[in-house]
């Protein structure tokens, strides 16, 4: 009989041990599919180590044996453990509770501890909620403490506890409550069965003392049950009966995990059958979208130093459900993303604030060309423009690469055609009908792409301002002329004369190879990010952004990583490819072919306010290399100085 009561314990244990797996894994399921097997060895281990050592560390364990195989990590794990034990507290306190109203004898002092407890846990709560804001910095000073590794560790366990209680109104509060009264239920019951196998043999314990010993201020270890005297006056029997009980289930929670494949699938669905799965596929988010190490701590540091919050707060509303591959952003303020989600892989860009509204004008751009059919565009997929923010998603493709890689792995032959066929396009179906130039337009154009960037550069930091002021610098050895000394390149007189030729109509705007994305094997083409608001909007314009690449060799500046200055002296890598040179040839030729000397000449000194515009970003944004592209201004200046001498 004792034998019978003893085995049908164990049952109802593993059952509630059951019902704790399956809320436990509601944590998780939020963020990724929860691995059970793993969940429940992890559980198996965690109880061992319970049984074995004080202050719950097996807990610790737990998570660290899970969370090695979790894709979000072991402070992740941690967190929802965390959560899980928070919960037990209050269902403690509130059984203990129930017990001291029904009249069961000493347990006064264990309610009275786990009301204050379970108090306590929720004044914390409160003050951590009210006081987030110097508790995140307080993280981020005790996390920097570490090395970049433990930093980003602690980092992510903080924001993994965070979200965890956060999310929990994603979890079916339904499913939740009635997980746990089925766990608490079928321990109950365990507890209830295993005081009359003990009182079998003479022990006498009822099934508040069962709990009370598991649970009291005395339960801290199988060791403290042999010095304190909850099982000290017993039978031998009796504690190896309890030795019994404390040891079988986890033994067979491990042998669980090692059944064969068809039966662990059976009893799977058999516990889905128990508390049914939400209808159809379940979309997991992403505790933080970030793949790369570095783009992750970045992200964290600013969180929890309380940087740029509203930034913060919409990355995270519109990247929550996409996983970041890679950060593609270059020369402007909206970001480049290549993600992917349940649907596939896919490029998402997306700005805030004023540069928001830059891009939701850049969205209706495409669409607009998209809708009328004349350009080859990239694919939208979806996107979304509000006020202060807009994002919007292109097709990926693994064929299609920039102009600039096409380039460089293919016959010059098939870039130079392709590249002749982009600007037979655009002049066909976009820049035509072509108007007259403003000349109020080239007015506003010269006033604030010209004059105030250069009155940034002379002001500018990183040494940039001392640059300005020289007649002459010397770039990689080379002696150029300074901006003093150019001055005649920025006349409003002579900018206003030769501008005033200009063809104006829709632009790209943004023509650089980087924005020409081709699709190796097929020598087609389409164009993507276009840039507006340029004032004076001639297909000129283009032409000296395309120049911008292939004369000023704007892409391998941004491939080199360092600049050195010394007084009026800019020491640099700068590589160049025979590619670019012949490309460059080949739309000289073209521009030369289809524009009077005068229009070239136009074209050449937009390129050149091409990296006027520049500067003010990299001067904000990339200080320390800022030089190395003044350094490119100065490079193309001196060419169109040379080319187009004073008449």
Known sequence: MTAALLLASVALLLVGHLFRLLRWEQFIRIYERPLRGVMLRGMAFGYGVNFLLP?????????????????????????????????????????????????????????????????????????????????????????????????????VFCWSLINTFKDLRRVQMGRLLLNTLLMWASYLASYGVLAAALSGCGAGFGMVDVFTMLFGTDA???????????????????????LIWFVLPLLAMWAATLLPARLRGGINRAAAAAVPAPAGREDYLNLLPQVDPRDRSAFLSQYFGLQNRQYVEQFLRINRGVTILEDHSAGSNATTMLCMDHTGTF???????????KLAVQLDWLQDRIREGRLPICQILRGRAEPGCCWYDMAYSPTAVSMFRYLHSNPIEKSAAILRDVLTTLDKNLYTPARPADPAKIDEYLDKKVDANLAKIREGRGGLKELAAYDRVWVNGRAYKGLPALGRLFDHGRLRRIFAGDPVATIHGDLTLENIICRSGEDSWYLIDPNTGNLHESPFLDYGKLLQSLHGGYEFMMMTPRVSVHENHIEFTFTRSAAYDALFAEVRAYLGSRFAPEQVESIFLHELIHWLRLMPYKINRDRKRAPMFFAGLLMVANDIDRWYPAQ
């Open 55 to 155: 202050f719950h560390i097996g807990d610790l364990f737990r998570a660290w044996f899970t969370g090695r195989k979790m894709k979000n990590g072991v402070g992740f794990a941690l967190a929802t453990v965390i959560m899980d034990r928070f919960l037990d507290v209050w269902v403690v306190a509130v059984l203990f509770g129930v017990f001291w109203l029904a009249g069961a004898p000493g347990i006064a002092d264990e309610t009275l501890y786990y009301l204050v407890f379970a108090l306590l846990l929720a004044v914390l709560l409160a003050v951590v909620i009210a006081l987030r804001g110097p508790i995140k910095r307080l993280c981020l000073a005790v996390c920097g403490i570490f090395n970049d590794t433990l930093k980003l560790d602690g980092l």
């Open 220 to 242: 801290v270890d199988l060791t403290s049950f042999s010095l304190t005297g909850q099982l000290h006056a017993i039978s031998p029997m009796a504690q190896l009966l309890m």
């Open 347 to 357: 490029w998402r860009k997306y700005a805030f604030g004023a540069d928001g509204d």
